[in-house]
Structure formats: structure tokens, C-alpha cells
């Protein structure tokens, strides 16, 4: 899946939407002690009140939103494995009664008991759902409307967010005139912040692939990775932190631990530069030759792909490994990079990164910003000062 299908489905969370059919929704409450399915729940999801389908909705949206290699990762389910969960959530999604897909869903939470003990208690909650895609028409002058015409994608959304301690309150009663403690015993239930959960089956453009499954983290570049292999059971997978801190230090044994802000630019504009070219297509991947090719073009010396391929197997242990291009870059047109020193702190964009230098000046390291206006400081503007001289013609 790329951002785009991500996002086409994550905007169909809405109410009285008819490209957006939620069918069931199974919610299972965990005890924290004992790691016991305390109550569980199956309804149809019609049946809710207005406000809970509101809260449920939004909840959905947040589980599938995220940048892709940060918070969404689209996983491949492992091969021959036993009590494949793939098999249950398959077997979920095709079956014909809410007793024969909550049995397996329950089988699914079930593996999370066996697999982790949580620190709070947990809501696991399950929707069964289709999502409806209109196919384009044929011609502008169909008479067919958009939705006549449609692609089926039955699915499963599984979210799992914590619960809270109510609040303790002092309350003023109007009618009995006095102060009241307000007891309240009831835990709440976090759906602002899901901490896990998962999509299943992928969706790319208009097919549907049950080979994997989108896996959301509630962190950033943080897996859980025992949940990813024994619950879900799907195969190991890089963060964008992970990929790009493999980029780096392949760079660094290639250029010898050392670059200027030149060439890291350069660098970085000739990643983009793959990026854009490929933007129509899935997202670019690097191998040891495309590496090659980057760091040549960016002017780092003495490269060949001998020297490549040998920082590839040092450091991913996998001469044959691709990193994507996407990882690897900052947000480029953002001030994602940050530059820190002991006097100040600077944000500023890989495209303008070619307009920072490393001096030295008067024996001491010095850091300097081409910029093309006077600075103001503090409604001051600073007067250029004038730092290198031109040396003395000895012959006067």
C-alpha cells in the first residue's frame, strides 16, 4: 500500500457514508492482573448510538494515520506457520454469522494473552467492514453514475487502546447546596491514542492482497516486534529511522567518516531527484549500484562498487539488501534537519543545506549561513562585517 491508498480509506471513516460500510464491531475488554479477557461484546454496528459510532470512527482514522516506515507498515505474513493468524483473519472475514468471526478473533487475542502482559487494561476492539471504491467511468459522457459501478473490499480493522483512571472531582450539588466528592469507578477508555493495531487485508489501487497486513504502531519508528512475529505473525521489517541510520553508515565507511555539507547536499538532492522521478510508481529502493551511482554523483571521492558492496555486507550484513529511497531523505521542502552546537540550535531544509559551510576561521571551527539579505536580531539590523582581507602585495 502506498500514502495514497492509505489515505483513500482512512477519509471513508465517516458517518452515513455509502462508500464506507461498517458491518460488526467486536469489542474485548483485557484485566491488566491477570491478562484474562475480562467481557467481551459482539454487536452489530448499526446498533450504536450516534455519539459511540462518532468516537469509533475517529478512532479508525487515527489507527491509519501515519507516515508509511514510521507508524504504518505494510507486512508480509510469514510462510507454514502454525496457528497462522492469516488464516484466522482470513477465515474472519468470510464468515457467514458474528459467531463464526468473533470465534476467531478471539483465537487472535487469545495469542496477544500468551505473548504480553500489559501494564493497563485493554480494549481490543475488532470491525468487519467494506470499503467501496468507485471505478472510474469509461467516459465522460457515461450515463452509468460513479457508484453504480464499484470496487468491493471487505476488511478487518482491529484497534487496541488503553484505558484510564477516572478523574477525581469535587462537585457542588445546586439543589442540596453542598460539596460533593464525585465517585466515579468506571475506567476510561483511551480511543483518541490507539496504542496498536491493524488492517488486514492490504489494499493497493483496486486489488486486494491477503499475503499482507498494515500494521500500526503507536510510536514512531517503534515495533513491537514479539506482537509483529508471534501474534500477527508476519516477517521482520525496518523502520525509516533503521533504514536511513543503514544508509549513513554505509556512507561513512564509504567516505572514510567524514562529509561536508556540499556533498551531504548534493547527496540528498540526488535521492530526491530518484524520488521524483519514480513518484507515479511504488516508492524507489536502493541497492549497493544505486548507492554507487549517488555517492559518485555527489562527489564523494575514491568510490567503486567493490568498496559498496563490501560497507553493505559489514553493516546489513546483506550485500543484496534495498534501501528505500524514501527513508533516507528528510522531509525535504520542511526544516527537518536540525544542527546542533553548544551556541545555538538551527532547523533548516535538506535543499538549502548546500547553503551552510564548515570554516575554519582564525584557528577555531566555525559554522556559516550564505543568506541573501541582512539579518535582523531582536528589530536590529546587523551590519555585514567583513572577516577574510585580502593579503599585502609583498612587492610595495
Not at 467481551?40 to 450504536?48: G, H, I, R, T
Not at 534495498?322 to 536540525?338: D, F, G
Request: proline letters at 3%.
Amino acid at each position: 500500500m502506498n500514502k495514497k491508498d492509505i489515505a483513500n480509506i482512512r477519509k471513508q471513516f465517516k458517518l452515513d457514508n455509502e462508500l464506507m460500510k461498517i458491518n460488526d464491531i467486536f469489542n474485548v475488554y483485557i484485566m491488566k492482573e491477570s491478562s484474562e479477557i475480562y467481557h467481551y461484546q459482539s454487536l452489530a454496528f448499526d446498533l450504536l448510538e450516534e455519539e459511540q459510532k462518532e468516537l469509533f470512527m475517529n478512532n479508525f482514522k487515527k489507527v491509519l494515520t501515519g507516515q508509511l516506515d514510521e507508524k504504518l507498515f505494510e507486512l508480509k505474513f510469514q510462510r507454514d506457520v502454525e496457528n497462522s493468524s492469516q488464516l484466522m483473519l482470513h477465515q474472519g472475514l468470510l464468515g457467514q454469522s458474528a459467531e463464526d468471526w468473533t470465534a476467531e478473533m478471539l483465537k487472535i487475542v487469545e495469542k496477544m494473552l500468551n505473548h504480553q502482559q500489559y501494564e493497563m487494561d485493554i480494549v481490543v476492539t475488532f470491525i468487519r467492514g467494506e470499503y467501496r471504491k468507485p471505478m472510474k467511468a469509461s467516459n465522460a459522457e457515461a450515463e452509468e453514475s460513479g457508484l453504480d459501478t464499484v470496487y468491493s473490499h471487505p476488511f478487518i480493522l482491529c484497534s487496541m487502546n488503553k484505558t484510564q483512571e477516572p478523574k477525581k472531582e469535587l462537585l457542588f450539588d445546586y439543589v442540596q447546596k453542598e460539596f460533593k466528592y464525585n465517585v466515579v469507578v468506571d475506567p476510561i477508555i483511551d480511543l483518541k491514542s490507539p496504542i496498536s493495531g491493524f488492517l488486514f487485508p492490504t489494499i493497493t489501487d483496486n486489488a486486494q492482497d491477503v499475503n499482507h497486513i498494515l500494521y500500526a504502531s503507536g510510536k514512531a519508528n517503534e515495533l513491537d516486534e514479539e506482537f509483529i512475529e508471534e501474534v500477527i505473525n508476519a516477517e521482520e521489517i525496518m523502520t525509516a529511522k533503521e533504514d536511513k541510520g543503514v544508509f549513513e553508515e554505509i556512507v561513512k565507511r564509504v567516505s572514510g567518516n567524514q562529509i561536508n555539507t556540499s556533498t551531504l547536499s548534493q547527496v540528498y538532492d540526488e535521492v530526491h531527484r530518484t524520488i521524483e522521478e519514480n513518484e507515479e510508481e511504488e516508492a524507489p529502493k536502493l541497492d549497493y549500484k544505486d548507492v554507487e551511482r549517488v555517492l559518485t554523483s555527489s562527489g564523494v571521492k575514491d568510490v567503486d562498487s567493490e568498496k559498496v558492496e563490501t560497507a553493505f555486507k559489514q553493516v546489513i550484513d546483506d550485500e543484496k539488501y534495498e534501501i528505500k529511497a524514501n527513508n533516507i531523505v528528510p522531509k525535504y521542502t520542511s526544516k527537518s534537519i536540525k544542527i546542533k552546537t553548544k551556541i545555538a540550535d538551527i532547523s533548516i531544509s535538506p535543499q538549502d543545506l548546500k547553503y551552510v559551510r564548515q570554516v575554519q576561521m582564525n584557528g577555531k571551527l566555525s559554522l556559516m549561513l550564505e543568506v541573501e539579505e541582512n539579518t535582523v536580531i531582536d528589530g536590529f539590523e546587523m551590519i555585514p562585517e567583513v572577516l577574510f582581507k585580502k593579503a599585502k602585495d609583498q612587492d610595495k
